[in-house]
């Protein structure tokens, strides 16, 4: 599996970016898809998770209201919509894949076994 992770980039708070993940290698449907971010001197941390069919989904808190995960299975292609950006939001975003032949919707870094190079997203203030 590979996951090619695109869409970041330099952007005012209060504005919005979409990220977009794309897969290769497998059958997309079989993996549900996350977004994590790391920040200079952070760890790595989960924001958002969808299951295989997209019929689930899952936010850390301060994505919720302002992020939504999707995906389009006809594209192997996951996304990451971004609104009301904050300066906080600031980090690396990196795309990840589970593969699950259930609805299960992980949100644990270790249950994805495949991680994309990640892209960087600026928010100046």
């Known amino acids: 599996v590979q996951l090619q992770a695109s869409g970041g980039g330099l952007v005012q708070a209060g504005g919005s970016l979409r990220l977009s993940c794309a897969h290769s290698?497998?059958?997309?449907?079989?993996?549900?898809m996350g977004w994590f971010r790391q920040a200079p001197g952070k760890e790595r941390e989960f924001v958002a998770a969808i299951n295989r069919v997209g019929g689930s989904k899952k936010y850390a808190d301060s994505a919720k209201g302002r992020f939504t995960i999707s995906r389009d299975n006809a594209k192997n292609t996951a996304y990451l919509q971004m609104n009301s950006l904050k300066p906080e939001d600031t980090a690396v975003y990196y795309c990840?894949?589970?593969?699950?032949?259930?609805?299960?919707?992980?949100?644990?870094?270790?249950?994805?076994?495949?991680w994309g190079q990640g892209t960087q997203v600026t928010v100046s203030s």
């Open positions: 290698g497998r059958t997309f449907s079989n993996y549900a």
């Open positions: 990840a894949a589970s593969f699950t032949v259930t609805g299960a919707l992980p949100s644990r870094s270790y249950e994805f076994g495949y």
